[in-house]
Each structure stands twice: as structure tokens, then as C-alpha cells.
């Protein structure tokens, strides 16, 4: 099967190999083994390999390089207009080659990619909404465009949209999805984290951007640290906010109890969760953020923004803390709540990990393979 991949994750070739974000390729390693050849569809650069991106396992790839580009400044407006018919002319003929359409959203070439398969009404595709398909929130025109598009089953036929969350209303080809990021090997016994110990681990994953809120994670801990309590506070990721963090703490003198390490490696960050008591994840708008559903997996408790899908992932509040009204002292409280409660902290750690323990590579690769084998 040739499979046709049309994602805005940039991509990187080195000595042969492939490499992309590493939760994405992760995924698309899944969707590998039942396909014979990637025809990917992406922007391309040749800078160095991070820490946070991975190769793909096939070696049968086409890579298709095009230009990144947006509309966020006159002169990228101007860039778009020139790229974007031959971005066009190079996803046509990916689809033209290939049985089965992958398309990436939201983004923007996801957007065109959503548009160039209505030509293509006959071939099988699956198109991967990977953010928030809640109806009722504020997106980006462009995102609701998409939204429209591959929910309209005139418009996109023979296909499968796969959503996180569940609701209401929605076209019959819109499926519930989810996302994996560790195998059943990697389950760890349920961890007994105690609240009485001297210190309080707190933890914040994810990309160092203005929407995610990392400085509300920074501003909770010294919350935290000025009403008395012992925390430490890890920040893993990179980002446009990393400065401004830096800023507080050395204003604040937190460097003893706040700790930026950048980003860093799968393992590293799987050590971090099973070592926190609580992850402070206060995003704006989210998918299905892995981070949440990581930690869960490793006895970390959420305490997270009551967007997308996020509900549903803590059972409305049964498996962590939702947070509506986000200020640093109603989530600093939130925690002082557990550690004066801490039978209620070991209990819905418990459901937390039993939840997310069920979403493994391995159910996801059986959920893969009924869209892929058994259509």
C-alpha cells in the first residue's frame, strides 16, 4: 500500500534516515506496519537533529519537500501566494500515486490538503484532527475551515476523521480517537505517593509557548513556596517563553526550587513523571495533550484547564483536577487541597493510572490496524 502522508511537521534527512517530532513519528511508526511505502508531503529543513525528534522504522519513503510557510506578516502573505500552487501541484501528485490518503490537521497544509482530496473522492483516507474539535471554542478561521471541510460528507468522502473527545451532533464519518506514547512493557506498579514527605515535586511538560502557560505553572510553585510548603518545580520543553521564565525566577530568587532543563529525551521525561506528585498543565487550547495522559501513566497527578477533551480525560475531575478560573491561587489551593487530603490524592492517582494503563502502543496499533486492514 502506498500511503500518502500531508502533515506541517517539519522534517529532516540525514545519512539516509528521516527524522520529525518524535511523538509524530511514534505514531506514524505505527501506522508503518501495515503500509509499504510513505509518500510524505512537508516541510523540510537542515538544521541539526534535537533531542525531541526520532526517525522513522520504514526506510521505503518519498519525501516531498516544500516550503514552510503562513500569513501571519505581509511579507509571508506574500511568500504564501507564490508557494503555495506548487505545494498544491506536489500534494496532487502524492494522492494521484497513492492508495490511501493521510492528511495532518489542523495546520496549513493540512488545509490544503483537506482541500486537494475532494478531487479524490474514490481513495480511501483517514484525516488525523489532532486539536481541539470542540464545536462551542474559539479556532482560527483557517481551523474551523478545515473543521468544515472534513466533516462535510459531501465534500470529503471515504474517509474516517479521527477526533479527540466525544461529541455531540457530529457527522457520521467523525470517530473518537485517541493517542498512545508508551507500551504495555513500560507500565510501572502503581507508585503510593506519599504527601508527607518534606518536598513536593511539582512538573510541567510541553512546548515553552504563550497558550500552554508555563508561567502560571512558575507562579503556582512560588505560591506554594511563599504560603510555606517545600516544592520544587521541573520545567521540561523549549519555547518563545523560556526567557520570560527565566525573568521570574531570577526576580523571585527561585533558582533552588525551579528548574528549567530544556528538552530532553523520552527517558528522561518518563523518569520525571514517576518521580512528581503533580503535573501543572493550564493550556488554552489542546488536542489530546499527551502530557496529561503521560503523566497519568506514571502516577503523576493532573491538575489541568478544563479545555478540548481534557474533561473526558479526567472523568470530569475523578482522575485529576480541571481547572475553570485560571489563577495562581485558586491552583496553588487546588494542591493544598491534596496535601490536607491525601487519601483523596492516592485515590484518584489511582484511577489516573488505571485509565491511561489502557491506552498502550499496542491498543493502538489494533485500533490502527481496523482502520488500515479491515477499513
Known sequence: MKFAIITHAIHKARNGNIFAYEPYVREMNVWSKYVDEFLIVAPVSSSEITKIESDYTLKDIKLSPVSGFNIISFRNIVKTILVTPSILIKIYQAYKK??????????????????????????????????????????????????????????????????????????????????????????????????????????????????????????????????????????????????????????????????????????????????????????????????????MFFSCLPISSSVSCIPFMLGDGERGSLISCMKTEIIANEIIHYIKTPDLYIEKLKKASEWSQNYTLEYFEEEIKKLLVHG
Open 98 to 295: 497513492s492508495d490511501h490518503l493521510h492528511i495532518r490537521c489542523p495546520g496549513n497544509m493540512g488545509l490544503l490538503g483537506v482541500i486537494v482530496q475532494v478531487f479524490f473522492p474514490k481513495k480511501r483516507k483517514t484525516i488525523k484532527y489532532a486539536g481541539n474539535w470542540d464545536p462551542k471554542s474559539k479556532q482560527p478561521r483557517s481551523y474551523r475551515i478545515q473543521k468544515w471541510i472534513i466533516s462535510n460528507t459531501f465534500l470529503t468522502k471515504n474517509a474516517k476523521v479521527l477526533v479527540y473527545g466525544e461529541w455531540e451532533n457530529q457527522s457520521k464519518n467523525i470517530i473518537p480517537f485517541f493517542t498512545a506514547s508508551y507500551s504495555k512493557n513500560e507500565i510501572l506498579p502503581f507508585q503510593n505517593k506519599t504527601l508527607k514527605s518534606s518536598q513536593i515535586k511539582l512538573l510541567y511538560v510541553g512546548t515553552l509557548a504563550k497558550g500552554k502557560q508555563p508561567i502560571l505553572s512558575v507562579k503556582v510553585a512560588n505560591e506554594l513556596i511563599r504560603k510555606g510548603y517545600d516544592i520544587q518545580l521541573n520545567v521540561y520543553g523549549d519555547g518563545d517563553e523560556m526567557e520570560a521564565l527565566r525573568n521570574y525566577i531570577e526576580k523571585n530568587n527561585l533558582h533552588s526550587s525551579i528548574h528549567l532543563h530544556g528538552n530532553q529525551s523520552k527517558e528522561v521525561i518518563k523518569k520525571a513523571y514517576a518521580e512528581s506528585h503533580f503535573l501543572i498543565f493550564i493550556s488554552k487550547s489542546e488536542g489530546w495533550p499527551k502530557v496529561v495522559a503521560e503523566s
